[in-house]
T-cell receptor, first 116, second 111 residues
Framework: AQSVTQLDSHVSVSEGTPVLLRCNYS??????LFWYVQHPNKGLQLLLK??????LVKGINGFEAEFKKSETSFHLTKPSAHMSDAAEYFC??????????????FGAGTRLAVHP | DAGITQSPRHKVTETGTPVTLRCHQT?????MYWYRQDPGHGLRLIHY???????DKGEVSDGYSVSRSKTEDFLLTLESATSSQTSVYFC??????????FGSGTRLTVV
């Protein structure tokens, strides 16, 4: 079965500094991986997804993630944090069900705080 | 989000009462899901559906049932609500290449 581990429950950065949110996955086959963002009292928004094409994936709002099979990692980065980036971020792996459909398996989440 | 709505947005109910949450989509997607979100756990899958009248259990299905009589509607029922079911519930649909699209969530409080 697939699983996801987000290595930090909270990350705090200053505005204008880089962001790194770490994620490791476990998968028995080549996975599809995603990052979702959730702003306070809001639903979930897809940031980016990896589906076995380019290993460096660019998403919305300047975020990107690199798939590293040898390290089973899919860390999320952004060169310069903005106040509006403060939110909770979820790393997600797609698990293939017996009927051929996909179920999303979520990590526990990383709460990003951005300070002036 | 566009194409998928949840109702109600907020609900307070008493222990032991049945509760039904509704998810409605206008995109004619086949696969739909119910998740619950709790601090420190991310989102956990309750039930999912892969077509009309075709449903299956997720990892935290105890105390919940679902029904899908039409493609556009996926209902989640708490048979007899307990305080441990206080949570935020999200419905999602598999939008294919666009990934999953989530509803805005239902905040349920069981008192």
């Amino acid at each position: 079965a697939q699983s996801v581990t987000q290595l930090d429950s909270h990350v705090s950065v200053s505005e204008g500094t880089p962001v790194l949110l770490r994620c490791n996955y476990s998968s028995s086959y080549s996975p599809s991986l995603f990052w979702y963002v959730q702003h306070p009292n809001k639903g979930l928004q897809l940031l980016l997804k990896y589906t076995s094409a380019a290993t460096l994936v660019k998403g919305i709002n300047g975020f990107e993630a690199e798939f590293k099979k040898s390290e089973t990692s899919f860390h999320l980065t952004k060169p310069s944090a903005h106040m509006s980036d403060a939110a909770e971020y979820f790393c997600v792996v797609s698990d293939r069900g017996s009927g051929g459909y996909n179920k999303l398996i979520f990590g526990a989440g990383t709460r990003l705080a951005v300070h002036p | 989000d566009a194409g998928i709505t949840q109702s109600p947005r907020h609900k307070v109910t008493e222990t032991g009462t049945p509760v039904t949450l509704r998810c409605h989509q206008t995109e004619n997607h086949r696969y739909m899901y119910w998740y619950r979100q709790d601090p420190g756990h991310g989102l956990r899958l309750i039930h999912y559906s892969y077509g009309v009248k075709d449903t299956d259990k997720g990892e935290v299905s105890d105390g919940y049932s679902v029904s899908r009589s039409k493609t556009e509607d996926f209902l989640l029922t708490l048979e007899s609500a307990t305080s441990s079911q206080t949570s935020v519930y999200f419905c999602a649909m598999d939008s294919g290449t666009s990934g999953y699209t989530f509803g805005s969530g239902t905040r349920l409080t069981v008192v």
